[in-house]
């Protein structure tokens, strides 16, 4: 049965009038942003499929990794204390940067985060609110794909004094927060830019003493009874954790990280060969304006 549009309600016809949109958000985090002045346009998302050969020292050589020196990445030589030369012995291990993991990486969340954009810039929206950032394995054959998705908003007033400047029409700015978090960010007085993430690879070539610590190991001849600190496996962590720090700090441009979340993952590819893993993400934000309180919430759901 069809009602008149005139008997219906204003709120059923004003809704009609508009047309449809999708949303990821909570419906906290909805209606914490109508109240911001920011109404979502749609579900957008961007994706990239990726393959990158697999390096090993087998295939490599050791050594072989000044490779990665000439690229100006980290490496780091460690060498046999004792001079024992025996074809099973690791008289010399070595710690490098695998910069080709790290650009493969970059171009695979570039491409997914440029088509996620592109479908916001095509529904007319200012900013992208509650990006999900997702990274998974396809399969055993290193490819890996980027998912990247978030509600498209438009800023209904952009006067508003809890309301951050709009961005260029050709750059909608992006964050990873929604609702009432992102509304503390503009209390504060601070305006989202763009989400910020990045990530680091070292490859971990045992020597002889990092081997035997790692299999649980005294090594007497090497002064290292009862506890003894993994020196390799902790500069080689290090690293990869100063390397991720320093690539987002350069690409902030002097504004500031908010929610910075670091993770670091290991895995053994082969015996006495380590891979280690770091990626940090957060949100690029800029002050736009003083510290000014927000009002006192408004109940956005009645139940009576």
Known sequence: MSVPPDEM?????RRLQQGSFSSGLSVADFGACLDMGLEP?????????MHWGAYSMGVLGRGVPPFAAAQGGYVQNYQCPHNMMTAEH??????????WIEDAWRTGFNNAYSRRRQEAQSLGADGVVGVVDAQNPLSDTGV???????????LRDASASSTPPNAAPSSPWSTFLAGQRLAKVFEAGYAPVTIVTSVASVR????????????GNNVPWANTTGSSEIHQVVDAQNQVRDLVRSRVRSSLHGDALLG??????????AKGDFEFQSRLSGNRVRRFKEFEPLGVPRATVRLS
């Open 204 to 215: 971990m070539w045992s020597y002889c003493i990092t081997e035997f610590l790692l299999d």
């Open 90 to 99: 690791r008289s010399w291990g070595q710690n490098y940067q695998q910069g």
């Open 144 to 154: 890996v794909e980027f998912h990247l998705r978030g509600t498209a908003v438009t």
């Open 41 to 49: 346009v749609g579900l957008v998302q961007g994706f990239c499929a």
């Open 9 to 13: 309600p204003e709120a059923a016809q």
């Open 260 to 269: 910075a979340h670091l993770e670091v993952s290991a895995r053994e590819v």
